[in-house]
Structure formats: C-alpha cells, structure tokens
C-alpha cells in the first residue's frame, strides 16, 4: 500500500465517528428503554466493543449500568440489584452475580466513581 497517507487520515475519522457512535449508544441507554432487556444488552455489548476497540469511553455514569463481565446492561430491578449496606451502593449484576461497590458519601461527584471497587463472589 502506497497511500498510507490517506489511511492515517482514514483511521482518523473513524475515531470521530466511533465516538459519534457512542454518544448515539449512551443516548439509548438514557432513554430508559427499560422495557426491552434485548436492546439493552445489545447496546451494552456495542459500548464496551466500541470503547476496546477505538480506545474511548463512555461517561462514567453510564459505566454504572454496563456490567463488563458478561457485558450486559444492569437495569435496576431487571437485571441488577441494588442495596445499601454501610455506606456503600451494591450493584449486584443478576446474570453473572458480580458486585459494583459505590460510595454513597461520594455520589455526588463523578470522580470518584473512577474509583469504583468491585468484588467477585
Ligand atoms: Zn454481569
């Protein structure tokens, strides 16, 4: 290939156009389409995929309702859990049973859910 000019140039506006991608795919996720399970998931899996392969992310906050394990979407009272124990939000994922820890204290700002520790049962 000879012209790999106009492939850096290519490769550039995929990166802009996987972005544009997620923006459309957090959108979904926001507009609680709660009621179909299906294309939540779908949109889960096209978030992680699209963030491992261009390298970007989604908002934090929408982080909070994609399990990366089985990289379906945690819908609260679907397809997540949650409770409060000592200061900390359990999300539990219904489908592979793992816990996304927050800080309660913390909720208000967003930074810290950079921080998030989670468990494996
Ligand atoms: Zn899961």
Redesign the pocket.
């Known amino acids: 290939m000879s012209n790999s000019k106009a492939k850096n140039k290519y490769s550039k506006n995929k990166k802009k156009n996987a972005s544009k991608a997620m923006l459309f795919l957090s959108n979904i996720l926001n507009e609680r389409n709660f009621t179909q399970t299906t294309l939540a998931d779908s949109v889960a899996k096209s978030i992680i995929r699209l963030g491992k392969r261009h390298g970007i992310r989604a908002k934090k906050n929408k982080y909070n309702k994609i ?1 990366r ?4 979407s ?1 819908i609260p009272g679907k397809s997540s859990r949650i409770r409060i124990s000592n200061g900390f939000i359990l999300n539990t ?1 219904m ?4 816990i996304y820890r927050f800080r309660l204290d913390n909720q208000d700002s967003e930074k810290y859910n950079d921080k998030t520790s989670t468990i494996c049962n």
């Open positions: 399990c394990t089985c990289q379906s945690m994922c489908t592979c049973q793992r």
